[in-house]
């Protein structure tokens, strides 16, 4: 905490207030019930000599945790955007630049469940890749509260890589700028052309053959004194595969994982602190265990309990708010779940009315 800089969003003002330093939980929490309390509440990933100075240069930059950031609307077929113009009773499929009474429209990223379960694959996909083929050993995977998920390395090995070495990783995850005919030479045979694995592969090549086994497209070509290809020696000894060439890009865009490089190479990050509440739509930053990976549910990191009555501020039916789809109609009460009734109320399409009993989940 003391090497930490501190950020928060005022909920009041919506402020925001960065170079903030506190050298105990205890301190922090003092701020935050006493002074302002915090519509989204921030940590750096880098550690600092003086977390307080204003100037970044002036800090005394000690090192960093490697941070992945996986965006579930960026996923394919997931990027579904709706624009709202309150005002204007104006509703926009796939966004809007600017309302005609001039005010300010409001976005919505239409996400349906199936989408957070895929980023959630994708994000014990990366973790995978990072502890199998890179070696490190302190990841995890978070909710980011709203629409992604955050991998955070914090092994001591990753805090001084530098910016280059930070984008390179992004890259090789990604497999962004990969020479794929270096990395899987394919061999001709007949008409047909092969790429040639063994059964003692490591890294980017291990991953594509276990994914091809899986979806069936290998052919094993038995025990060591079969023939091998001209490019390898006979004194490898190893089993050998072969995968029509054909579905190599299909096997890589399976086995690599999309990121943005951007915040992978930014050692200055801020990181929401863990189960703190996403402002933007009301859940919890928390962490997502491996026995959540499989049948992911929204409602783990429900933050919110008893129910609020609200006044929508929009005509829809079906609108697809978390992991439910409700009607609205504009001006007209509705008492819903505490969770899904702040969505609303922070995506600015529903008004306050009254609580009726809402606590906090633990």
Not at 145 to 165: K, M, P, Q
Not at 313 to 332: H, N, P, Q
Request: net charge negative; glycine share 8%.
């Amino acid at each position: 905490m003391h090497s930490r800089e501190i950020a928060v969003v005022d909920l009041e003002s919506e402020a925001y207030i960065r170079h903030l330093h506190f050298t105990s939980m205890a301190q922090l929490y003092s701020y935050i019930l006493g002074e302002k309390t915090p519509l989204h509440l921030y940590y750096s990933s880098a550690l600092y000599e003086d977390p307080s100075a204003e100037n970044m240069s002036s800090k005394g930059w000690r090192g960093s945790e490697l941070i992945f950031d996986i965006d579930v609307d960026h996923l394919p077929g997931c990027g579904r955007e709706i624009g709202f113009c309150v005002e204007d009773d104006l509703t926009v499929e796939g966004g809007v630049e600017k309302c005609p009474s001039g005010q300010k429209p409001v976005s919505l990223s239409v996400i349906e469940p199936e989408c957070f379960r895929k980023g959630v694959e994708e994000a014990f996909k990366l973790k995978e890749i990072l502890e199998d083929d890179l070696g490190f050993r302190e990841v995890k995977v978070y909710f980011s509260g709203n629409r992604g998920f955050h991998i955070r390395v914090s092994d001591e090995l990753a805090l001084d890589l530098t910016r280059e070495a930070r984008g390179f990783i992004a890259d090789y995850v990604s497999c962004e700028g990969m020479d794929v005919e270096r990395v899987f030479p394919a061999q001709t045979l007949g008409k047909a052309r092969f790429v040639y694995l063994t059964g003692n592969e490591r890294g980017m090549r291990a991953r594509v053959l276990k994914r091809a086994l899986e979806m069936g497209v290998v052919e094993e070509l038995g025990p060591p004194g079969l023939p091998y290809p001209s490019y390898k020696r006979v004194a490898d000894r190893e089993r050998w595969y072969r995968i029509p060439a054909e579905y190599l890009s299909q096997l890589l865009s399976q086995v690599c994982v999309s990121v943005d490089k951007v915040v992978t190479i930014d050692t200055t990050r801020l990181s929401r602190f863990e189960n703190s509440i996403n402002g933007k739509a009301g859940l919890k930053v928390a962490e997502v265990r491996e026995s959540m990976r499989e049948g992911f549910e929204l409602r783990e990191f429900h933050a919110w309990s008893g129910k609020i009555v609200v006044a929508p501020s929009i005509t829809f039916t079906g609108l697809r708010v978390l992991d439910a789809k409700l009607d609205l109609k504009k001006g007209m009460r509705l008492e819903l779940e505490a969770p899904y009734a702040l969505y609303l109320i922070l995506k600015k399409l529903a008004n306050f009315i009254m609580d009726k009993g809402v606590e906090p989940l633990v």
